[in-house]
Structures are given as C-alpha cells and as structure tokens.
C-alpha cells in the first residue's frame, strides 16, 4: 500500500500539470463523472505568475518545398517594407482577408534574409498565451488564425517577446480581418499590428509564368501579346493570389509557345473551378442557393442576389421560414456551415464584388471567371437533375424588375444549353405560373436558346407549337420571344410564328398580344440589316393582300417603319426591284386603312421634308408618288386631297399637287427630280 500524498506532494502535481485547466486530486478515490466525494477535491489552477514555464502546443516545421515555393514566386504586397521593420520587435500581427495571400506574406517575413531559415507553424487553436519557444535553432515561428485575439493582453506579448528574445526567433500572428479588428489589438496587445493587403495579380501571374516556363524569350513575348482587355478577362483586379498562380499554370499546360489566348485559359480554369465550386456547395443549401443566385444574376447588385438566395433555400430547404440574411447565421438551416459574412460567402464561391462602371457607390457581385456560371449549369444538370423542377419554379418568380427578369430567362436558356434542351419540358409549367414575370421569363429563355447550338431546334419546335396553342400565357411567350430585344430569334424565323399567332387569335381572346405583335415587327425592321428589313417589308406586302387581322396588322406596321431609315426605303425605291413594287402596296394599302391613314399621311410629309436638298430621297418620294398615282387607290386621293387643304410651306404640297393633277387627267407641272 503507497503512501498517502502529503501537502508539498500535491502541490509538486499541480505545478507539474500546469498549463492545464482544471486537475482533480482523488487519493484513495475515484474519478467520475458524477458526484465527487469522499475526501476527493477539485483544484483549478492557471500558469504560475512569472514561472516562464510553458505548456506543451501542437507544432512542426513549415515543410521545406512549401516554403521554397512561398520564396520563389513571391511578390512583395503593399506595406511589405513596413512589415520588415515592425517585425524587428519580435512579433508582429498581420491582419488581412482569407485567401490574400496572408501565409505568403508571412513565411517571407519570418524568412527574410535568410538562405536556408527554420520556421515553424504553431496551431492557433491552442492558447498562444502558454506556447513557449522550442530553443535555438529556429528562426522563426507562424500562428494561424488564433480563436480569440481580443482575450490577449499586452503582459502576454511581453512575456512572449521575452522568450522569443532569448532564442533570437521571432513570430507572426495571422488573423483575419474584422471590422474594428486593428484598433482594439493595437490597443490591447502593444505589439505591431499590420494590415496586409493582396499584391497585384497581374505580377503574381507573371511570377508563376516565368517560374514555370523554361523560354523566357517566348514568356515574355507572350505577356505582350495581351491587349489590356485580355489581362482584365484573364486577371481581374482583386484576384486572390492563388487563383493568379492558377491562370499562370493554366497558360503554362495549354502552352506558351503555341499561342494559348487568355480566353482558352480562362475557359479552361472555369472548367475546372466550376464543378469544384458545386461539390463544395452541394454540401451547404444556404451555399448552394447562393451560388446559383449567381449564376443567374451575377452581375447585379449584393441585394438582389441576397434576394433570390434567400428565396431558393427556402424552396431547398422547406422547414426554413426566416430570411436568409448573409451578414449573421440565423438565417440558415440547421447542418449550413456558419459564413458569417456575405465577403466570407464570396470567397467560397470565387467572386467578388466589382464597382459599377460610371458610379461611385453602386457595386455589383460576379465570379472572378465570369464563364464558370457555365460549367456549374453543367455540373448541375449532370450531377442533380432532380433539382431541375425547382429551378424553374424559382426561376419563375425573379421580381419586378426588368432586368432580373432577363436574367432568370438567360438563366433557364443555360441550363437549356447545359441538357441539349431537355429542360425545356419544364418551361410550360414555368410559363403558367402565378408570376406576372413568368411568361417574360419562358420567353427570353426560349429567344436566347432559339439559337444555341444544342438546344435550338426544340427551342423552334417548342415556340412552334405555342404560337397555335389555345393558353394565352403560351401564345404570349412566343409573341415575347420573337421581340429582337428579348433574345435571338431572327426576323426569318419571327414572320411565321407572329402570323400564326394573328390567324389563331380568337375574337374574344387577349387583344394586348396584337399590340405586342406590333412592336415586335416594328423592332425587328428597326434593329434588323438590309436582308431582314426586305424580309419584314415582303411579308407585310403579303399580310396586305389578306382581309382581317393580318391586313390590319400590316396597315398599322407601315407608317411605322416608313421612317426608320428613309435611306434605306429611297434606295430599294429607286433599285426598281420587287421591293419597290411592294413599298408603293404596302403605302397604298396603309392609305385605304381609316385607322392607320393619319399615321402613314404624317409619315410621307416628313419623308418630303426630309428630301428637301436631298436629291436621292426627293428622287424615290417622287417616284414613289407616281407608282401610287398609277395605282389609283381611294386612300391615296385621299391624301392628295388633304395636302391640298394643307397650309402653304407645308411639305410635299407641290408633289401633291402634280400628282393629284396626273390622277384627275390634267397637265402635271414639269418634274423638276
């Protein structure tokens, strides 16, 4: 049987222990979790004031080729020089963003001038405040991330200058940058504390490309074939240091001498970061929804793609009512990763936020490589397909705005493009959802995807079969879609839908959809080249001829495009091809319509005001007189009769004279064209 341990005795095995937090003596007892008792007592103790002994931490040498690296390709960030002298104190707090390189910045501080330096790396998680020295030898010593800086005090930095003094090493501090971080740890620790900031990409991107690449003749020339626009696709400012290595080495494996663009590079990056960003996400719906919020809306503002984030995890994860607010955790499911800060959310996703061009507040969010939306669609429809379905139901929900509307039907049209178009089975119920937005939505999808190469041909069959379709939302997708502003559906292919739908309207049906009818035609001749406006003016020439809506439709078009560009109408005017034929009908039959007369009446007195010393448009205004003198419609004699009435000065009244004179059989005044 031992001994009982004596007073001296117990206190010996509580120094011994020191460092820890608590230590229970129990001689003769039991140690449980339970009750204690018995003769058992509880002893909580702290390093002794002043002892300089020093617990145990987890720590090892930083590995020798990551440090060479670190070394290599290093490029001094702003402020390095004055990082170098605070560090002569033996500790130094650098503060900067995850992922700026702060590690980088660091292992060169503590390594500097120095060919072959020891360093080691501390685990911050530990109390850095008991951490002790491992004696000569090293030089210096890296703390990452301690959990609570703000519970250091300034006697704790003195007693670790003291033994960092005594091995002549000297120790960095990392952590991550927190509003009002710096003030309150230079006012607490008395220690330097720095900010670091991110080097220029573009010179860590240059670095890592002259590190890999054997020919520097042929390195170089390839930096100067960029034009400043490729560097900022390829380099964005604030890319983070790694992802500028990573463009260096992408450049390096497509190959420098061959002639690799900076768009293959940074298509192949996105191909690779893209489904890396999704496998992370699919782990997080309150990432996941934020990822492809941008995706769809990159581009816009923080708020709207918040907005939208929020909306999409309430639809991925059900039971979550509150909104999700990116600047606290509340907001997210239970099991989410905790990002307390919407830059901490960015920073998984590889993006950022970008200032808008032309404004001094108003920032916008986009990937850093704006083409990795692409290949996360594609990873998406690859890898959860199930998720499909309500995509669309989101997607059908984007706001009021016109913009965001825009963007969710670019949106549908991509993932479109991702699945050959087989998504496009979900856009009916897209299209009929209780969303004012929606059909706009259906319809920008289908005119963005009406000319992909994957996904064009059951984008036509679907606008196809929606044009005769009995559901008005339907029949306003494709009214929507054939606009030229709201997509690319071509003229060539717009004529055709657009007729079917005024051969199937029904008299008691939406009449709006005539008007956007209207202003489709009108903006496909105004946008369109020489060959879609003689399209658009040939069909009109056709609709003309037909009784009902479609004459209506092209009586009503005319004045309008009349006055679109009164070059091109004088020059097939005066070509005496089929077009000019089909200008003079389609005038004339404007002119006969009671409705459309007092437009096409307004539109041929500015076309003679617009000749007047301009020979070849008074040249086709004249002879475009003479083709409807010699077709002798009602609506024409009509208008002859008008400009008659009308004031002196007013012009085109002399044309007017001369052919009312031809059309009543009398002498014409000499033609002066």
């Known amino acids: 049987m031992s001994e009982p341990l004596r007073s001296d005795d117990l206190t010996a095995v509580v120094a011994a222990l020191a460092g820890r937090e608590m230590v229970v003596v129990a001689p003769h007892g039991t140690v449980n979790t339970g009750v204690v008792a018995g003769g058992q007592r509880q002893t909580s103790v702290g390093p002794a004031e002043g002892s300089g002994t020093a617990a145990p931490m987890r720590q090892g040498p930083v590995r020798a080729d990551r440090l060479k690296a670190a070394r290599r390709c290093f490029v001094p960030p702003p402020g390095f020089e004055t990082a170098l002298?605070?560090?002569?104190?033996?500790?130094?707090?650098?503060?900067?963003?995850?992922?700026?390189?702060?590690?980088?910045?660091?292992?060169?501080?503590?390594?500097?001038?120095?060919?072959?330096?020891?360093?080691?790396?501390?685990?911050?998680?530990?109390?850095?405040?008991?951490?002790?020295?491992?004696?000569?030898?090293?030089?210096?010593?890296?703390?990452?991330?301690?959990?609570?800086?703000?519970?250091?005090?300034?006697?704790?930095?003195?007693?670790?200058?003291?033994?960092?003094?005594?091995?002549?090493?000297?120790?960095?501090?990392?952590?991550?940058?927190?509003?009002?971080?710096?003030?309150?740890?230079?006012?607490?620790?008395?220690?330097?504390?720095v900010r670091h900031l991110p080097p220029d990409p573009r010179q860590v991107f240059s670095a890592h490309l002259s590190d890999g690449c054997s020919d520097a003749g042929a390195c170089a020339a390839w930096l100067r074939s960029l034009e400043p626009g490729q560097h900022n696709e390829l380099l964005p400012d604030g890319l983070p240091p790694r992802q500028a290595a990573q463009a260096a080495q992408a450049v390096l494996r497509l190959g420098v001498a061959s002639g690799v663009s900076s768009t293959e590079a940074e298509r192949h990056l996105a191909r690779n970061e893209g489904p890396e960003i999704f496998a992370r996400a699919q782990a997080e719906p309150a990432l996941l929804a934020h990822l492809l919020s941008l995706c769809v809306y990159g581009g816009m503002s923080p708020d709207v793609m918040q907005e939208r984030a929020a909306d999409l995890l309430r639809l991925l994860a059900p039971s979550e009512r509150r909104e999700l607010d990116i600047h606290s955790p509340r907001g997210l499911a239970p099991g989410d990763v905790v990002r307390s800060s919407s830059a901490e959310i960015l920073r998984a996703l590889g993006a950022h936020r970008v200032r808008r061009p032309g404004t001094e507040s108003a920032d916008t969010v986009a990937f850093f490589w704006p083409t990795v939306a692409e290949t996360v669609w594609g990873a998406l429809c690859r890898d959860r397909s199930d998720l499909l379905p309500l995509l669309h139901f989101w997607l059908a929900h984007p706001g009021h705005e016109s913009e965001q509307v825009e963007r969710a039907g670019r949106g549908a049209a991509a993932i479109a493009a991702a699945t050959a178009g087989r998504s496009l089975t979900h856009l009916r119920h897209l299209a009929s959802a209780a969303s004012p937005a929606a059909p706009l939505v259906a319809a920008w999808c289908l005119g963005t995807a009406a000319s992909d190469p994957t996904a064009g041909r059951k984008a036509a069959e679907l606008l196809d079969r929606w044009s005769v379709a009995a559901e008005e939302p339907l029949r306003s997708v494709v009214a929507h879609a054939c606009h030229p502003d709201c997509g690319r559906v071509t003229a060539v292919q717009a004529l055709p839908l657009l007729r079917q739908l005024i051969e199937t309207q029904r008299h008691d049906g939406n009449m709006s959809l005539i008007g956007v009818v209207l202003a489709v035609l009108v903006r496909q001749f105004e946008t369109g080249d020489s060959e879609a406006r003689a399209a658009v003016l040939s069909r009109m020439c056709e609709w003309a001829r037909s009784d009902g809506s479609l004459g209506l439709v092209a009586a009503l078009v005319c004045p309008e495009i009349a006055g679109a560009d009164l070059a091109w109408w004088s020059e097939q005017v005066l070509s005496g091809a089929e077009l000019a034929s089909c200008a003079a009908e389609l005038v004339g039959h404007a002119l006969d319509e009671p409705v459309a007369f007092p437009f096409i009446r307004d539109a041929l007195i500015d076309w003679a005001a617009e000749a007047d010393g301009t020979k070849d448009l008074a040249r086709a205004l004249d002879k475009l007189l003479d083709a409807l003198v010699e077709a002798r419609k009602p609506g024409f004699l009509r208008w002859l009769l008008a400009m008659r009435r009308g004031s002196d000065g007013l012009p085109g009244k002399e044309l007017a004279a001369r052919a009312l004179a031809e059309l009543r059989g009398d002498a014409a005044a000499p033609n002066t064209y």
């Not at 703000?150 to 960095?172: C, K, P």
């Open 85 to 193: 002298a605070a560090i002569d104190s033996g500790i130094v707090v650098l503060v900067g963003e995850p992922g700026s390189g702060r590690e980088t910045h660091a292992l060169n501080l503590l390594a500097h001038g120095r060919e072959e330096p020891v360093l080691v790396q501390v685990d911050g998680a530990d109390n850095i405040s008991r951490w002790g020295t491992r004696g000569h030898g090293v030089h210096g010593y890296l703390v990452m991330e301690c959990p609570d800086p703000l519970a250091l005090r300034a006697w704790d930095m003195a007693g670790l200058e003291g033994r960092l003094a005594e091995v002549r090493a000297r120790l960095i501090l990392v952590l991550s940058d927190a509003p009002g971080l710096v003030a309150a740890l230079e006012d607490n620790l008395g220690v330097p504390v």
